[in-house]
T-cell receptor, first 110, second 115 residues
């Protein structure tokens, strides 16, 4: 399966702490994206990192990509209760098709 | 204004029935998608259309028939519904396919329950 795998499946932290989620995939990619899904809602795009990039920042988000290890990580710094959601990585292995990981469910306790 | 909208939000129906889900995007995007998310939150692409042309059909049973009357709309018709069709169906859109996948904009989802 080309499906990505995310680790951990669930994460619970206190507000103010950092949260790190990891994603691994199996075949070569063009881009890797991270999405957030709040409970009962659609997915929202967070950040896209291209295969020739190693790190990218957006506000409190930091994404790294290691194509040699076929892995990526998403770091959320100074987490807030509003960051409580599921986070998915997605990779494009061929034109027109995104493969999503199984997601990490993050709970941030106030 | 909602960028990607779907109707209905909830759909409860009996096995064997036929139902449709509608999707519209007002972003001017060329590409639209249908995804299925199961109870374990596993999200899988079903179809993608680019300028009304089918690009991806992920071995979905032919009971599922997408229709794109224009590039702003992508509807999903499901015949002879089965229990296993119960899931949340998401519509999404992106600018185009050139150079790889752009970020996708998702609709709010349609929760389908087959009894």
């Amino acid at each position: 399966s080309q499906q990505g795998e995310e680790d951990p499946q669930a994460l619970s932290i206190q507000e103010g702490e950092n949260a790190t989620m990891n994603c691994s995939y199996k075949t070569s990619i063009n881009n890797l994206q991270w999405y957030r899904q709040n409970s009962g809602r659609g997915l929202v795009h967070l950040i896209l990192i291209r295969s020739n990039e190693r790190e990218k920042h957006s506000g409190r988000l930091r994404v790294t990509l290691d194509t040699s290890k076929k892995s990526s990580s998403l770091l959320i710094t100074a987490s807030r209760a509003a960051d409580t959601a599921s986070y998915f990585c997605a990779t494009d292995h061929k034109v027109g098709k995104l493969i999503f990981g199984q997601g990490t469910t993050l709970q941030v306790k106030p | 204004d909602t960028a990607v909208s779907q109707t209905p939000k909830y759909l409860v129906t009996q096995m064997g029935n036929d139902k449709s889900i509608k999707c519209e995007q007002n972003l001017g995007h060329d590409t639209m998608y249908w995804y299925k998310q199961d109870s374990k939150k596993f999200l899988k692409i079903m179809f993608s259309y680019n300028n009304k042309e089918l690009i991806i059909n992920e071995t979905v049973p032919n009971r599922f028939s997408p229709k794109s009357p224009d590039k702003a709309h992508l509807n999903l018709h499901i015949n002879s519904l089965e229990l296993g069709d119960s899931a949340v169906y998401f519509c999404a859109s992106s600018q185009d396919l050139a150079g790889g996948i752009d970020e996708q904009f998702f609709g709010p989802g349609t929760r389908l329950t087959v009894l």
